[in-house]
């Protein structure tokens, strides 16, 4: 499986805290099956800053440490980018990563409680310009808590949807599970990350989230596709193929979509 949100870098954020926990992380996601890690740092939030130079010097030194320690698990660099206005130009100027630096996905994260004024205008800007944002966890955003419909707008202009593995299990509270057991039925998610803060609290796991997953939407390989296929085709600059919303009208097929 390959993991597209994790704060496995050390010392960074409010992730791991030291190049050990980073170490403990790495080996909890090996044992879950997990051989590919995008690490991706709170940036641009308020509180944290890095830059697209540092996170991928912080990579390669973690990259040489897992070899070390003869942990099996390949790393990529990314950002956990907060939206702020001008998302864009925060790209051309390095404060915010994309994807293994590919300038064709970003990682958006928006604030918990608002969907703000001009997000979709952020939305097709970066579109316009070749990259397609994935917006994080919105299970968790009060607004799409209530109204699903507005998911499907970010959708219809182009954003990708993670939700988190913890929200799947339960872990964050019967409103979040609600939430992103709705989004999936209505095939408003394409992937399924850890956003992994810890080796204990937050771990990289999403074995136990596919489970759940695939209950909620009646098969395994749909559910498997948002921790193996989808991922692979973003990490490669690939257009995934991404499932129909609103599948109870329209059916369960998968199609290419267009950029
Ligand atoms: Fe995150």
């Not at 170490?23 to 051989?35: N, P, S, T, Y």
């Not at 990259?63 to 698990?73: F, T």
């Not at 001008?86 to 608002?114: H, S």
Request: hydrophobic share 40%; aromatic share 4%; charged share 20%.
């Amino acid at each position: 499986m390959i993991d597209l949100h994790c704060h496995i870098l050390p010392g960074v954020d409010d992730g791991a805290r030291c190049p050990e926990e980073s170490l403990a992380m790495a080996r909890k996601a090996v044992e879950d099956g997990i051989h590919t890690i995008v690490a991706t740092p709170h940036t641009l939030n308020g509180i944290y800053v890095n830059p697209v130079t540092e996170v991928t010097s912080r990579v390669a030194a973690l990259e040489e440490a897992l070899l070390g320690n003869h942990i099996r698990l390949k790393l990529y660099a990314g950002a956990d980018v907060h939206l702020c206005p001008r998302v864009l130009k925060r790209i051309e100027t390095g404060d915010a990563g994309t994807i293994n630096n590919a300038r064709k996905y970003i990682l958006l994260e928006f604030p918990p409680q608002t969907i703000p004024p001009g997000v979709k205008e952020e939305i097709f800007s970066l579109k316009l310009n070749g990259i397609t944002p994935i917006i994080s966890h919105l299970e968790r955003n009060a607004i799409i808590q209530h109204d699903l419909d507005v998911m499907y707008e970010l959708i219809s202009t182009g954003a990708l949807c993670q939700v988190t593995a913890m929200s799947i299990t339960g872990d964050f509270g019967g409103m979040v599970m609600q939430c992103a057991e709705r989004l999936l039925k209505h095939r408003l998610v394409h992937m399924i990350a850890s956003d992994a803060h810890s080796a204990d609290r937050r771990p990289p796991v999403l074995s136990q989230a596919v489970a759940v997953a695939t209950q909620i939407l009646g098969s395994f390989e749909d559910a498997e596709r948002m921790v193996i296929d989808v991922p692979a085709s973003i990490l490669l600059g690939d257009m995934p193929e991404i499932p129909e919303p609103l599948p109870a009208r329209r059916g369960h097929g998968f199609r290419k979509r267009r950029s």
